[in-house]
């Protein structure tokens, strides 16, 4: 992003769970979790002009997913400021709907960073309390860097110094509920992950991860038979180190010892799915 879009554009990139424990349920019905968060280089595109209200244009390959919407949350999180705001975004939609990689989530962050440098914000708003009020993966996606999150998502802590690598991402087209794959879980649960400090190489991050799971993922796939095989299209791209389910699905990803591997292997899966190919987001693209 050119430095004069940097101004303008707030990038809202996926988020990645590289697992995610179910740790238990809590007293106010959200579950306790456990998950290693990254964030990678596609994005949503977010832009605010001034206008004589608050409205929302949307467009991208993925706005028509999104037509149906009542309120998005990216005016919720424009609202949640006081006063809020007389601007006009526009939204360009890259990250399929409900899909596992905080999309929507990632939308409000970067509605709430870019309001914030537009200078929306009263001097002493606390953006990551709005943004625990907007939703579970809105807190992590306000700061959207690698992240050990805990609680329902609320509590946000330093990850493991992560080695180089890169992530294949792809989606059948199969839009999935966060909430119908909670609540299809059962089982018992998991305990909390135990981590290194850092990884030497991505191999050894994915040997370690290989010992943990996405519990969501045996609901999400019996809700969704599609992420079969994308998992499997993605364990047999050559360089694969590990397949996996993000969040609730439908998204699955694979980890490559660089970002170029990844974008090198991404087009190899069927055209008809959503798919890419890189590395993380660096972290001069995002607002501090």
């Avoid at 537009?118 to 625990?132: K, N, V």
Wanted: aromatic share 4%; with cysteine; net charge neutral.
């Amino acid at each position: 992003m050119s430095l004069h879009e940097r101004g303008r554009v707030e990038l809202a990139p996926a988020k990645i769970n590289l697992f995610l424990h179910v740790l238990g349920r809590r007293a106010d019905s959200y579950h306790a979790l456990d998950s290693l968060v990254v964030f990678v280089a596609v994005a949503d595109r977010l832009s605010a002009a001034p206008a004589s209200s608050l409205a929302l244009a949307i467009d991208g390959p993925q706005a028509a997913s999104l037509a149906a919407e009542a309120d998005n949350l990216v005016l919720r999180a424009a609202r949640a400021l006081a006063p809020p705001p007389a601007v006009r975004f526009a939204l360009e939609k890259i990250l399929p709907v409900a899909a596992g990689i905080g999309g929507g989530s990632a939308d409000a962050a970067a509605a709430l960073r870019l309001l914030a440098r537009l200078g929306h914000a009263r001097a002493g708003t606390d953006l990551a309390a709005i943004a625990a009020t907007l939703g579970a993966d809105v807190p992590v996606c306000l700061a959207s860097r690698p992240a050990r999150v805990g609680g329902a998502g609320e509590r946000l802590g330093p990850a493991p110094r992560l080695p180089e690598f890169g992530l294949v991402l792809a989606n059948p087209g199969v839009p999935l509920a966060t909430a119908d794959v909670f609540r299809a879980r059962s089982g018992a649960f998991s305990p909390p992950a135990v981590l290194p400090d850092a990884w030497a190489s991505a191999a050894a991050m994915a040997a370690d991860l290989a010992r943990l799971n996405n519990d969501l993922e045996p609901p999400a796939r019996a809700l969704c038979p599609a992420i079969g095989p994308v998992l499997g299209a993605l364990a047999a791209l050559p360089g694969a180190l590990l397949a996996r389910l993000s969040g609730s699905g439908a998204t699955c990803f694979a980890i490559f010892a660089t970002p170029a591997e990844a974008e090198a292997a991404a087009p190899l899966l069927p055209a008809p799915w959503w798919r890419w190919g890189g590395g993380l987001i660096a972290p001069e693209e995002i607002s501090p």
